[in-house]
């Protein structure tokens, strides 16, 4: 490129202060610039002059770059960031209320635990934050380096971490962020054909062999199903070039084949059997696998609408918190209906789903297919999650699962970390494309600058329209400065 173009464009992209649109400005700018500067030429115009005409119809570039700058910026997410957090301290707020209330219940320092939870909202608070102003771009240019970290620390967990009720304590976390790191892989294999279909399925059975080594029977579904959700979404987007209905023909016979190996392998385990059984019945087994299940329901049915239900009218010969297992934990939701009411509970549930409700919305409206794909891979696993707890703490109990952002220390800090990396993804709605090459660019591209005369004022105002046209479709995306 000759240097009075160049040096526009330098001058330009000085007043631009975001650094991940700068690219895409200036890729644009400097076609714009050779396509005035061939037509200058084909007046027949000498190719100095041509540029230097060029240059002069495009603008000051100082005011140029000042007009981009102010359009070209981060979508702040303050409100989703606040929802998070008021929802964080909501539930930190009742684990402490709840252990300080039940403090004669506790065998260990309560103060203590107060103080972890207080700490593990500092520390959920930091990675919501740092997750949030994080170039989530970053992972999807790094993808064979972060899956292969991510897979270290999997394996590390599992060599270092304590086990706690047969589960590899850190593991289960690390397994929560899986899913994110398998769209990242996902993402890696776009456009190799059948070969990048195979690659991404593979790539999952590294992952799911961590979940099913730790145990954590939780994690492990919510990486399938989660999996096969962004597997399709690829397959919509045809990111593997076979076409979309065969791409979404294989990802679909693959979850055939893999639901029917589940089915047989809980028709096949006596194990498995038995936990259904108990999920539907645990009144079979009342001082057994069907313990919790039980005494739930009899929490639940003693409990009122709004209020403290009645306890002696459970049955049991012991306090409350000592009859109902992890009361102050996995079953947090329950102590809230019996200790506030059927009302509270539901009100609480309602804000968690409207959040995640509110993420999806904003993520189906995503137009970046990256971005998509890492929020995707956050919203699914949350929303399963919240699902499954919302049943166990009904007293159907198939497996153990928290309530994002209202239960435990370290999934909350795990949960804040994630939703911070959806809302990174948000806030970056205004570039219209990947840049970096890291998506083939529309094959249509044209900038239109046009010079308006203000009537009213006399000023002279630079106007910029883009007009992106993508072949195949008839999407149309349009931003004017």
Known sequence: MADTMRAYLDTVQEQI???????????????????????FRAEGHDPEAAERLAVEEMG???????????????????????????LALLGGLLRMWFTFSGMEYYDGYIYGRMIRTAIALVEGTVCLLGAYFLDYTWLTRHARWGCAAALVLGILSLEFSPYMNNTS??????????????????????????????????GGVPLTVIGCLAPYTMGVLLLLMTGFVLLLTAA??????????????????????????????????????????????????????????????????????????????????????????????DFLLTTVVYKLGWLPFLLLVLAVAGLLAWLLRKCLRQKNQAGRLVALSVIVPLALQVIFSVMQNLGYVLFSVSMPLVTGN????????????????FREDCIPW?????????????LRFQNEKDVQSGSHVIGVSLIVSRKGTNERQASSL
Do not use: N
Not at 17 to 39: C, I, N
Not at 434 to 446: A, C, L, T, W
């Open 17 to 39: 202060r975001w650094r991940r649109a700068r690219p895409v400005v200036v890729r644009e700018l400097e076609q714009h610039l050779t396509d005035q500067r061939d037509a």
């Open 60 to 86: 000051d570039p100082v005011e140029v770059g000042t007009e981009l700058d102010r359009v070209h910026r981060p979508k702040p997410q303050w409100q989703l960031l606040a929802a998070t957090l008021a």
């Open 169 to 202: 304590y850190f593991t289960r976390y690390v397994v929560l962020l899986y899913p994110t790191v398998y769209a990242v892989w996902l993402y890696h294999c776009r456009g190799k054909r059948w070969k990048g279909f195979l690659l991404a399925v593979l």
């Open 410 to 425: 370290l999934l909350t800090v795990v949960t804040m970390g994630l939703i911070g990396l959806a809302l990174s993804v």
């Open 236 to 329: 919509g987007a045809d990111w593997f070039g076979v076409g979309k209905k065969r791409t979404a023909a294989a990802a679909l016979g693959l979850t055939g084949v893999i639901a029917g190996g589940v089915v047989w392998h809980v028709c096949k385990s006596g194990w498995c059997q038995e936990r259904l059984r108990m999920f539907l019945h645990p009144e079979l087994d009342p001082l057994g696998s069907g313990y919790q299940a039980v005494w739930v329901r009899k929490a639940l049915s003693v409990s009122q609408w709004l209020g403290e239900g009645s306890w002696s009218e459970a049955g049991s010969p012991y306090p409350y918190e000592w009859t109902v297992p992890a009361w102050d934990s």
């Open 434 to 446: 990947e840049d970096h090459g890291e998506m083939e660019p529309p094959s249509q591209v044209r």
